[in-house]
């Protein structure tokens, strides 16, 4: 099992950035996905989850009208659309599989809003 994610980078409050996570090793269309962050003063926090078809995500109220998780099972990504960010969305994103029960984890994406 493998996953890279990608797109994190350096923006300004109010931006946007799309996070990719490029999946492999095992049958990414039967596998419901997580997206979890991390900083150092928070730890670990889930940020949005989507089930194997894409047809039922889940967001917690931080993110809610801000994130949209997506995914294309024929390209085996899975995609973290985030607008509207604010500094406390600053931290490292990883795509997770799993919805619930998470067992294999990427390295990790860093994105920093700052002005």
């Known amino acids: 099992v493998q996953l890279v994610e990608s797109g994190g980078d350096l923006v300004q409050p109010g931006g946007s950035l799309r996070l990719s996570c490029a999946a492999s090793?095992?049958?990414?269309?039967?596998?419901?996905m997580t997206w979890v962050r991390q900083t150092p003063g928070k730890g670990l926090e889930w940020v949005s989850d989507?089930?194997?078809?894409?047809?039922?995500?889940a967001y917690p109220d931080s993110v809610k009208g801000r994130f949209t998780v997506s995914r294309d099972n024929a390209k085996n990504t899975l995609y973290l659309q985030m607008n509207n960010l604010k500094p406390d969305d600053t931290a490292l994103y990883y795509c997770?599989?799993?919805?619930?029960?998470?067992?294999?984890w990427g390295q990790g994406t860093q994105v920093t809003v700052s002005s």
């Open positions: 090793g095992f049958t990414f269309s039967s596998a419901g």
């Open positions: 997770v599989r799993g919805r619930g029960v998470m067992d294999y």
């Open positions: 989507i089930n194997s078809g894409g047809d039922s995500t």
